[in-house]
């Protein structure tokens, strides 16, 4: 798990690697254990390390071999590296250090973008062909790992986080109005390749891009995910789907154990982190490391879930730490995790896991998180909402979108304002694609290659790696994944959503955390916007010298009147989602 920044000139320049050197420092926190750099006339790697596989020196990168012709720039984990090196000793490839990366270096020489599908984990990577003078970019199927571009007619640069690319300079930093149209409506969720800003991209999930040395591109989307049961599986009744994907998520939990370091939990208290941990100690694993979270209460509603989380560490006899933050703290360290974001989230976990991070990363270095198990498997109330609408767009856009088109021409000042719905458009486009018949399984793959990757995933990465502390998904196992779009929604949906996943779980863990209402990362404080916090986002939003002219100022003062009254259909507060973005935006220096 690590940092990479990267620099491709076409113009007959060499890469300039002072601005590859000021990104790649500038991702420090994701790789605090060792950095380097490698400049070959039009090209420039940065990297920074955090040793997880192999803690040794050999694994050091950008990691070049000069007989193959390759320099590698990685960040990730494939956790399938022992299965693939056996493949490629047995082409004769020979290895001198004891992790993934040179395994994923030698298995390109190999098999070139043909490898891809045969990786188990989560990655960004650059690999520079020095004979072709070529660069070649790829990122993992559900976008666990980041990348984001800066392309001109000169050059293409790369980093894993938009704050550091802008570190490089030579970058405009002018916000996009269809991203800010995004942003707003479809709940902070900008879809690759667009950000927030004009001149910044991001590579989609399940993407690789091939530059030649003039400049030519070459992008090819090399992973999909078709919905509905295969003829063999058609016949299954629920206890049949059950048992796959126990046994499915049993092996994702299991190979995601292999690192030279402890391996935690981040313990909810709910289904998912709880399954993990029932996992985990079934797998034989002592000594296991659990963290939970807990915040003031306010608005009348409970800032943590410590009953259920102290239930399963007290049942497996975990090494349990618990974590309790204050309003003031909130406030104090929200600049901090702004800081930290690739781009604006609006989701209250994000300050959860920010530090929630801080207090893991000083007992271990790797964690399993829960994410992903709500999007695969309908753990969400619009999903029975749109399986029963005769027009499942209207339906999932009516449960899941901050606002309207005329809210949001209200929110935004005329320069900024679109004349269509262009998030709307998109997410009925989406819907409108082959690959999924059932109006559930629409919502639920618009879920799970868009939204998760552009919301939840992203959180636990930046949020996590701020801290130098590596998230680990089981969920999001690529095998795991396939089998629940093959799972029918009628074994989803029953049971308040994630009905084949709960049975499963009931094989494994207490039933009181399974029969238990659905809870998340409460953050009470940032949902109903009250006392300090409040006044904190009022300060924020009617600062003079923050002022860019985005925002319609009787709109913004119509929410400030009546902060508690203006929610969004996800419960959600319009007020902050204003100020979060003032805020992003304000330490992002923009």
Known sequence: MCGIAGEFRFDQQPADLGAVERITHSLAPRGPDAWGFHSQGPIAFGHRRLKIMDLSDCSAQPMVDGQLGLALAFNGAIYNYPELRKELEALGYSFYSEGDTEVLLKGYHAWGEAMLPKLNGMFAFAVWERDNQRLFIARDRLGVKPLYLSRTGQRLRFASTLPALLKGGDIDPMLDPVGLNHYLNFHAVVPAPRTLLANVQKLPAATWLRIEADGTTEEKVWWTLPYGPTAEESTLNLEGWVDRVLESTREAVAIRQRAAVDVGVLLSGGVDSSLLVGLLREAGVDNLLTFSIGFDDAGGERGNEFEYSDL??????????????????????????????????????????????????????????????????????????????????????????????????????????????????????????????????????????????????????????????????????????????????????????????????RRVIPSEVIDRKKGYFPVPGLKHLEGATLGWVRDLLLDGSQDRGLFNPARVEALLANPTGQLTPLRGSKLWQLAALNLWLSEQGI
């Open 312 to 505: 399963i560490a007290k049942h497996y006899g975990t090494q349990h730490h618990q974590l309790r933050i204050a309003e003031h703290e909130i406030i104090e360290q929200l600049p901090a995790a702004f800081r930290a974001m690739s781009e604006p989230m609006v989701s209250h976990d994000c300050i959860a896991f920010y530090l929630l991070s801080r207090e893991v990363a000083r007992h271990c270095k790797v964690v399993q998180s829960g994410q992903g198990a709500d999007e695969l498997f309908a753990g969400y109330h619009w999903y029975p909402q749109v399986d029963g609408a005769s027009d499942p767009y209207a339906a999932y856009r009516e449960a899941f979108f901050d606002r309207d088109y005329a809210d949001y021409a209200d929110t935004v000042q005329p320069k900024w304002r679109l004349d269509h719905d262009a998030a709307g458009d998109f997410v009925r486009e989406h819907f409108a694609m082959p690959g999924a018949n059932a109006a559930v399984d629409k919502a639920l793959r618009l879920d799970s290659t868009v939204m998760l990757v552009e919301d939840p995933v992203k959180r636990v990465d930046n949020m996590t790696m701020a801290w130098g502390l590596e998230a680990r998904t089981p969920f999001l196992d690529y095998r795991l994944v396939e089998l629940s779009a093959r799972v029918p929604g009628q074994f989803k949906l029953p049971n308040g959503g994630k009905h084949v996943l709960k049975e499963a779980a």
